[in-house]
């Protein structure tokens, strides 16, 4: 926003409800975030939504967000939903009183899930889930194709969607998963006019499993083999876990293919004590296969308490994990134990934006230093596990937004 962009009286009478409601740092980041383009319309809802009509004085602003509940969950606005409930929060309804709004909204509207005797806050979980996009998804994306890639070892599995002429992002998953797990913040980000490809990983979805070993340069591989499928010389790298290392690794071994960095919860190297960790879950997967695995793994990444309050997405990771390949999955293990994009990282000149959960113990540290070390960005998550685009979205979803917008500003 320039400054030429004209406030008057109207528009800060406006300005001060609509921050007293949404809370100033919500209102904030949508001020900055508009241009001379689309200031006119934040004008226009400033002006006349926030001061024309919440403003008038013959109803109050908690019947305001009482009538706004009812509409926004009628219309099926999830986004907006949240934003309101947080705003009925600041106008003064309590909890019990949002239990009543939505067992009004179930019984007008329809609520999946709900029940006369949920709490209030497991009755607005259990609303999100029915509206939002799952964070977990393994079937086929409304408005996705897969392509069959070939990689240099086998054939490869991308789902792509967006607009062919956006911004490209390229998504990378964790070991044990599959681009299932990016299926929230592919679906936005392809709605906000990016071109988002999700890979999924050799030996993981459905990708093919060459016979090992696998390196770490071999998954960089696969994933520039996905950008030349596709045309694109540059993309966004977006990667959790072992995708975040082969994030690292495309910025070491291909920094000209890359347009900036998002690494989440993921390190650049493989200290001795971290990678023979993984000796045990190799073994075990060799001898018996994946499913002994699957439950400790999402135990280990979540903890049982999210694992128990979140049943269908705790069945969609499951089900997730178990679709890997045994072969795969050694394979990336071994790759995972070799990792030594560390001193390569040091030396990285791409934009570089950082995330980690707060629960995530072995990577809290690690990350924290490399950050310093670069001066780069890091957000650390409170109350989240090792994906924290799957138990926290809201967050991720915001760290990811500025990332890209603070760099489209630069373009």
Request: charged share 20%; aromatic share 6%.
């Amino acid at each position: 926003m320039t400054d030429a962009n004209p406030r008057g009286e109207k528009f800060e009478r406006g300005l001060k409800t609509r921050r007293t409601v949404l809370g100033d740092a919500y209102v904030e980041r949508s001020l900055k975030a508009a241009d001379d383009f689309n200031w006119p319309i934040q004008k226009l809802a400033t002006e006349y939504c926030w001061d024309e009509i919440w403003n008038r004085p013959d109803l109050d602003k908690r019947g305001r967000s009482l009538l706004n509940l009812g509409m926004i969950a009628a219309l099926n606005r999830p986004h907006e939903l949240k934003v309101h409930i947080r705003g009925a929060l600041n106008n003064g309804l309590s909890k019990t009183e949002l239990r009543e709004v939505f067992l009004q909204i179930a019984v007008y509207c329809g609520m999946p899930g709900s029940t006369a005797s949920a709490s209030p806050r497991t009755s607005l979980r259990r609303w999100a889930l029915s509206t939002e996009p799952a964070p977990i998804v393994s079937a086929a994306w409304q408005g996705f194709v897969r392509h069959d890639v070939q990689g240099q070892a086998g054939r490869l599995s991308v789902r792509a969607g967006g607009p062919e002429r956006g911004a490209p992002v390229l998504l990378c998953h964790s070991i044990l998963t599959s681009s299932a797990i990016w299926h929230r913040q592919a679906i936005a980000l392809a709605g906000r006019g990016y071109r988002v490809l999700a890979l999924d990983s050799r030996g993981h979805g459905h990708s093919e499993a060459p016979r090992g070993p696998y390196t770490m340069d071999d998954l960089v591989a696969d994933a520039i083999a996905a950008l030349n499928h596709f045309g694109i010389r540059q993309a966004h790298v977006i990667g959790v876990s072992q995708g975040g290392m082969t994030a690292f690794g495309l910025g070491v071994r291909h920094p000209d293919r890359l347009l900036s960095l998002c690494a989440i919860a993921a390190r650049a190297d493989a200290p001795p004590p971290f990678a023979t960790a993984w000796d045990d879950r190799i073994a075990l997967v060799r001898d018996r296969g994946i499913a002994p695995l699957a439950a400790p793994t999402a135990e280990r990444w979540f903890g049982s308490a999210f694992l128990a309050a979140h049943p269908t997405i705790t069945a969609a990771l499951l089900n997730c994990i178990n679709e890997t390949d045994p072969e795969g999955f050694i394979g990336c293990a071994r790759a995972i134990q070799d990792l030594a994009y560390l001193d390569g990282v040091k030396t990285m000149r791409l934009p570089l934006t950082m995330i980690v959960g707060a629960r995530d113990q072995l990577l809290v540290q690690p990350m924290t230093e490399l950050a310093a070390m670069l001066s780069c960005r890091l957000t650390i998550i409170p109350g989240a596990g090792h994906l924290p685009q799957v138990d926290h979205p809201d967050e991720v979803d915001a760290v990811i937004d500025g990332h890209l917008r603070e760099l489209a500003r630069f373009a």
